[in-house]
């Protein structure tokens, strides 16, 4: 047996996502099937559709679903039948970076997020004909009216929840909050600095304000995203246009006080920003980053050793899911993590539209909705 689902399939590298008709598996004994209601896009979508990480095709993309559980398997415990479910990224659950609770550096992340299948090697979605389609991107493949899931990458939410924008929480929004509150764990007397007021750098600055810092210091060239920094707790804004980066570094350690701030994030994953983030830091101040352009950081050592600065990664917000959502759930739903104001919808046909304003900046963070 199979459920007929509509989905948004990358055929090949580089291709335009297609809708079509696929045969998705009936739940096995751990999978839940969920009724996708909105699924956020992010740029690492956009990446496996070009084909710039290690994605096996044919894939259906997707990786920040919601909905509601229509079937469990028998081992299911955790939700039933009507229940809401955010989706996370998958994860083993066994490694040791796992058990630790660090699941976004699973030893197994790259074939649990990018090959598309079960661990078996299943496919769990067919094309008509009974080619195998990969349906288990980042364990959930959620551009799809349908997906499947497990235990493992799902947090339940109230059945009232507003699905149409915080499926958004649970990628991007969850490594920029998660650096703030959980990898260098920012106090009210300290100082921020954010370089990329996208949607990751935003929630950096909601976090930031929910945590009490005293000074939070957005860094961008588009003035729009500047204002809305303003708005979400940011205390100053530095404009990048036409400026040098040495320039901007001054304007931000002015800002921050103290010689710098104590916590900075780094979206951007420029090189020359990186060096600025650095130069822009406290002493004893964290910088993180979170993404990469694959190109080399020349960073002088005197930079770190004589402020005794860290330079650190933090991948998907260094958290585990099913602990750190429902906190930053209860953040929202005091009005202290105002994610809402982030997102804008686009039916699920529109998702190429979606993708392509999400890479323009035009739209900070798109959510599809069914
Ligand atoms: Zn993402
Ligand atoms: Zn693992």
Redesign the pocket.
Known sequence: MSVRIRAAVAWEAGAKLSIEEFDLDDPRDDEILVRVEAT?V????ESSRLGLLPVVYPIILG??GSGTVEAAGKDVTRVKAGDKVLFT?DYCGTCEQCVLGYTPYCEQAIPVTFTGTRPDGSPRAHAAGGRPVRASF?GQSSFATHSLVTERNIVPVPRDAPLHYLAGF???VQ?GAGVMLNAIGVAPHQTVAVFGTGAVGLAAVMAAHASGAREIVAVDRVRHRLDLALELGATQAVDTTGQELADVTAQVVRAAGKGGADAILDTTGNPQVILAAVNSAAKHGTISVITSSGKDVTIPPGALLVTGRTLRGTMGGHINPTVFIPRLLDLHAQGRFPVDRLVKNYPFAEVNTAIADSLSGATIKPVLTF
């Open positions: 956020g992010c740029h690492t979508d990786h920040e990224p980042f649970t990628c991007g490594t």
